[in-house]
């Protein structure tokens, strides 16, 4: 972070030794957790954030999970540099599993919508998939988890990043492999790929290519081949043209 940081942080940023959290977690992944703020029960802080993920999340404005501040600490060496140790971010909910015809159909134009004003703004989220859409106190949905996203208008190089294999475009891996099997930038077409697959996942109740949980390899061929999902699963006529529509935007042959 910037030597030019303040100390203490100023409001809304919070020093870490202030911040107290309640336990159990609300949310552990490999990269980050997530922890309900005592005394602020709509509030949520995000340990292990990313300040890039941060910057993504704010900048996608209504798309995101609103953010509330950084929390930060004062390291106890050298120069006494501040950290980022996360950041704060509103509770959401995830999607209900049990939803009516209409209530599916009301979500996926949501999933649509938000998806193209965020990349009105000139940010592509890098790992959209059904676990990363929530919805607020609203019923509104929004996206979270901005920490393979990227703005649309900086230099690729700039960009350091994982993704969701069962996600992953055909295209984006023909790229990586093109590239000497390095993991290219996320674009717009793996977005809506990923939109596609979670629209898919919203209709059926499944994760995308679960039969191959544990078979990266097969995976990969998969992909390789231009195989998707089969969208001949999901009943609503509406829901699987759009599905249809998007997955062929990554690359797949339906």
Known sequence: MSHNEPWPPLPPDVDTTKLEVEMPELAVSANSTLYRVKGQPSTVYKFRGHPREYQLQ??????????????????TVGTGHVVFFGFLMDLAAPIPKTLSLP???DIMHQMIRTIQQLHAKRIVHGDI????????SRGKLRLCDFAEGRYLDEDERVWEGNSTWHFESPNRLRRGEGLGHR???????GDLYGLGLSIWQLYTGRTPHEDMVI????????????QTVNVAEVGDPEARDIIAKLLCRGGARI
Request: glycine share 10%.
């Open 129 to 136: 998939k059904l676990e990363n859409m929530l919805l607020d």
């Open 103 to 105: 209530q599916r159909r």
């Open 215 to 226: 078979d990266d390899l097969g995976l990969k061929e998969r992909q390789r081949n231009g």
């Open 183 to 189: 993991l290219p930038p996320p674009i717009i077409e």
């Open 58 to 75: 704010k900048a996608a404005g209504d798309c995101a999970i609103p953010v509330r501040g950084r929390v930060l600490g004062k390291s």
